[in-house]
T-cell receptor
Framework: DGGITQSPKYLFRKEGQNVTLSCEQN?????MYWYRQDPGQGLRLIYY???????QKGDIAEGYSVSREKKESFPLTVTSAQKNPTAFYLC?????????FGPGTRLTVT | GQQVMQIPQYQHVQEGEDFTTYCNSS?????IQWYKQRPGGHPVFLIQ?????EVKKQKRLTFQFGEAKKNSSLHITATQTTDVGTYFC???????????FGAGTTVTVRA
């Protein structure tokens, strides 16, 4: 069963801690993405990767970091430098023209 | 990157009625995509429009790309409770890999 998995679905952290969100795909897609979604706003691009071992900053990369060591995996680290980390985080991959999204991780930082 | 304005932000519809949501850009677009996100879910690709004036239908959903390729609309006929969710348009960003999403139209349905 092909698709994108994100874990965990809900994540709670204390302020000042780094946290890593998992994203795995078995669609054999080269390009992968991380978006942030806040209430009443569209999806904002954090980072994207066109191919293994390469990634670029999106529109709101500050306070985040990524790696792309394997084609299947594109983990996102939310660092303590991110001012407002509480949000819904969506991972996606690109097949053809469309993007395929994972189920998302809802991160709450208190 | 390019930006798009979606209107309205919220749409409350009586079941059985029609409604339209719009996506507007200040620049000419090469293409536009539409996604739907159910409450608590993730965005799912619906369609891509490429040609000027293009109209595509998916059952009760009609998608249109403007003649000038600066706007698009999604019209839903005879709204059902299954239509509840947020509809996003997305346009190409600064390169072929990037998409810029509108803020979305959130649709609720009164039975």
């Amino acid at each position: 069963d092909g698709g994108i998995t994100q874990s965990p679905k809900y994540l709670f952290r204390k302020e000042g801690q780094n946290v890593t969100l998992s994203c795995e795909q078995n669609l054999n897609h080269d390009a992968m993405y991380w978006y942030r979604q806040d209430p009443g706003q569209g999806l904002r691009l954090i980072y994207y990767s066109q191919i293994v071992n390469d990634f670029q900053k999106g529109d709101i990369a500050e306070g985040y970091s990524v790696s792309r060591e394997k084609k299947e995996s594109f983990p996102l680290t939310v660092t303590s430098a991110q001012k407002n980390p509480t949000a819904f985080y969506l991972c996606a991959s690109k097949g053809g023209d469309e993007q395929y999204f994972g189920p998302g991780t809802r991160l709450t930082v208190t | 990157g390019q930006q798009v304005m979606q209107i309205p932000q919220y749409q409350h519809v009586q079941e059985g009625e029609d409604f339209t949501t719009y996506c507007n850009s200040s620049t000419t677009l090469s293409n536009i995509q539409w996604y739907k996100q159910r409450p608590g879910g993730h965005p799912v690709f619906l369609i891509q429009l490429v040609k000027s004036g293009e109209v595509k239908k998916q059952k009760r959903l009609t998608f249109q790309f403007g003649e000038a390729k600066k706007n698009s609309s999604l019209h839903i006929t005879a709204t059902q409770t299954t239509d509840v969710g947020t509809y996003f348009c997305a346009v190409p960003g600064s390169n072929d890999y990037k998409l810029s999403f509108g803020a979305g139209t959130t649709v609720t349905v009164r039975a």
